[in-house]
């Protein structure tokens, strides 16, 4: 188990915002030790232009990223996954595929900033404030000890999705 990467998916509706958020920010933080993806129910088909721009603006490579499926994750070919966390409520309270492996599942609430409404300001603003909220909680994760996935871990791990964190 050590000398794998641990396979991280955050999954959302539309996999356009948050989810994206999320998954970069882990695929930036979490080195080599982490395998981040994200995926959505019902994905949009693209990642959120605000998503993309606060990610970009903050350094964080935004090649390659899009919107997907969360069926892509589970087929005989899929990666493997170790966690599996739900970033938005409507995620959270739908029936989730069976994931192979039977992975640690958490879930981190946050406030769709896409589901904002008002001039590109207050838009921006809402995608830095889901960006601080990501980077709290993922750095938050980094450091537990997540090489022993025991149960303190997987409790350590649903408190995250319950930590307040600081609006922008």
């Not at 990467?5 to 979490?30: D, H, K, Q, Y």
């Not at 982490?34 to 935004?62: H, M, R």
């Not at 959270?92 to 994931?99: F, G, I, L, Q």
């Not at 603003?125 to 601080?132: D, H």
Request: contains cysteine; hydrophobic residues 40%.
């Amino acid at each position: 188990m050590a000398d794998q990467p641990i396979g991280i998916l955050f999954l959302c509706t539309g996999n356009s915002a948050r989810s994206v958020i999320a998954e970069r920010l882990m695929a930036e933080l979490g080195g080599k030790e982490f395998l981040a993806y994200s995926a959505g129910s019902q994905p949009t088909g693209k990642p959120n232009p605000f998503a993309l721009e606060v990610l970009a603006s903050n350094g964080i490579d935004i090649s390659g990223v899009r919107s997907k499926s969360w069926d892509e994750f589970t087929g005989a070919n899929a990666p493997a996954i170790d966690i599996v966390i739900t970033v938005c409520d409507s995620a959270a309270s739908e029936t989730c595929p069976v994931w192979p492996g039977h992975p640690i599942t958490a879930h981190w609430g946050v406030a769709d900033p896409a589901a904002i409404e008002g001039d590109e300001e207050k838009k921006r603003l809402a995608f830095a404030t889901t960006y601080s909220q990501m980077l709290a909680r993922i750095s938050a994760l980094l450091r537990l000890e997540y090489t022993n996935r025991d149960e303190e871990f997987r409790q350590a791990l649903r408190d995250i999705g319950r930590m307040e964190t600081a609006h922008v």
